[in-house]
């Protein structure tokens, strides 16, 4: 038997009379007083009640600032009614005084011409002795006239230069007003511009961004080559170790000339000088490298210097192929272009180098061609790279940069210290027109020069 079922157990668990005359039983629950959808129910009446409670203070608080906003307006409005109404009003005294004033005038003269007839008359009756006396009379008279019509011509004259002045006032608030009007639709127009610019940056930083999503593989399947520091710092390739000072003037040039292509949305930069030996191979590798350091721009740098190739010498490299065969489509620009491989400058993976071997003798026929349009234009669509650099040769020795114009966006032209002229600029500039952008102009070989000699 378990403690329930003992009698004594019963007795204490007996329910009392009150509880059985009121029909519960002894073992039945009490019912709870909501049920707890109906707990949820309440109380989600009660926040939408109080929410329903905000939006109508809110809506009374915007309803009562309009109605302070508009009664603002009206007192506004009425001041500038009473303004215009007591300016009317003195204009109406102005004008009743000037008609009084006439009118006084007019019966001031009509009485003197009176007086002057019954004058006239009775000089007429009186005897021959007093004809001088008319005569003084009649001067005097015709005195006081002349001054009278001297001061009315005066006074003409007076009106007449007021309200010349009060039409050249006129003139100057319509001119100022029209000249605020220009300069605020100007202001418009630049503020459009300069939205819709920024529209075509996001836009075309969009477009770059699903381009180099889908390259990003064959790019890693680009051959690699290495480099020597020892050799790259006998080249004075001066940002690899970046122990020369010098090294910080080319990242600056990196910073601003990405700063540039990113504005106009360019990407394609001409590499050249005026006459050899100014150093333009030297400045693009080196800008090269500093490039690759910058993790979001992918690079390439090809030696389109088909006469005198030498970029493969500078970096350390030995049969490097044929720049003429890759943009003639005979090799297809990924077995020949190259990658920065594994490398103890720190330089970025993100550089690719097209060089040249052979030399072309048809140089500027080549890079004219629609082949050599065609390969770069599937070079940047299968590689998408953000920056492609052009060696290209001395601008005033051939035409190749001539006849490679059309092709690249800008130009970078590096000039020799002690070794270019001002002339020799000048031209370079002629021949490139005024539609080829001039990106930035690079002294080099500038030790012990005077800069002087290059401000122009």
């Known amino acids: 038997m378990n403690m329930v079922d003992r009698p004594k157990f019963r007795r204490k668990r007996r329910p009392s009379d009150e509880a059985a005359s009121q029909g519960f039983a002894e073992d039945s629950p009490i019912e709870p007083l909501e049920t707890r959808e109906e707990r949820l129910a309440r109380r989600r009446a009660a926040a939408e009640e109080k929410a329903r409670a905000q939006a109508a203070a809110e809506a009374a608080a915007r309803a009562e600032q309009r109605r302070q906003a508009q009664a603002a307006r009206q007192a506004q409005e009425d001041a500038a009614r009473r303004k215009a109404e007591e300016a009317r009003r003195a204009e109406e005294a102005r004008r009743a005084a000037e008609r009084l004033d006439a009118e006084r005038r007019a019966k001031a003269e009509a009485a003197r011409q009176k007086r002057a007839a019954q004058e006239q ?32 011509k ?15 006032l006129r003139e ?5 007003q029209a000249e605020e009007a220009r300069r605020a639709e100007d202001a418009r127009a630049e503020e459009e511009a300069r939205r819709a610019q920024e529209t075509a940056r996001a836009e075309a930083a969009a477009r770059a961004e699903e381009r180099r999503a889908a390259p990003v593989q064959l790019w890693d399947r680009l051959p690699e080559f290495s480099v020597d520091a020892r050799h790259l710092a006998r080249q004075r ?14 990242d600056v040039l990196r910073t601003r000339l990405l700063q540039a292509l990113s504005e106009n949305g360019w990407k394609r930069v001409a590499i050249t ?4 030996d100014c150093g333009k191979t030297f400045t693009a590798a080196n800008l090269a490298i500093s490039l690759s350091r910058q993790e979001n721009c992918r690079t390439l740098l090809l030696d389109c210097d088909l006469r005198r190739p030498t970029l493969h010498k500078v970096l350390g490299l030995r049969n490097p192929g044929s720049m003429g065969d890759m943009l003639r489509g005979r090799i297809p620009p990924e077995h020949h272009l190259m990658r920065l491989g594994p490398n103890t400058i720190h330089a970025g993976r993100n550089i690719a180098f097209g060089f040249n071997g052979a030399v072309e003798p048809y140089a500027s026929e080549l890079l004219q061609d629609p082949r050599t349009e065609e390969v770069l234009q599937g070079i940047e669509t299968r590689l998408a790279p953000d920056v492609i650099l052009f060696d290209l040769p001395p601008a005033l020795y051939y035409d190749d940069v001539i006849a490679f114009r059309p092709l690249f966006d800008g130009v970078l032209l590096v000039v020799g210290g002690g070794l270019t002229t001002e002339k020799e600029v000048r031209e370079v500039e002629r021949r490139l027109g005024d539609s080829t952008p001039l990106l930035g102009t690079v002294l080099n070989k500038a030790e012990g020069t005077k800069l002087r000699k290059y401000s122009y």
């Open 121 to 152: 008359a009775r000089l007429e009756q009186e005897a021959e002795q007093r004809a001088r006396e008319q005569r003084e009379a009649e001067t005097r008279e015709a005195a006081r006239r002349a001054r009278i019509d001297a001061a009315r």
């Open 154 to 168: 005066a006074e003409r004259a007076r009106r007449a230069d007021e309200a010349r002045k009060a039409q050249a």
């Open 172 to 176: 100057a608030e319509d001119a100022r």
């Open 237 to 250: 390739i001066v940002t690899a170790e970046r122990q020369d000072p010098a090294h910080a003037a080319f």
């Open 273 to 276: 000088s005026p006459t050899k």
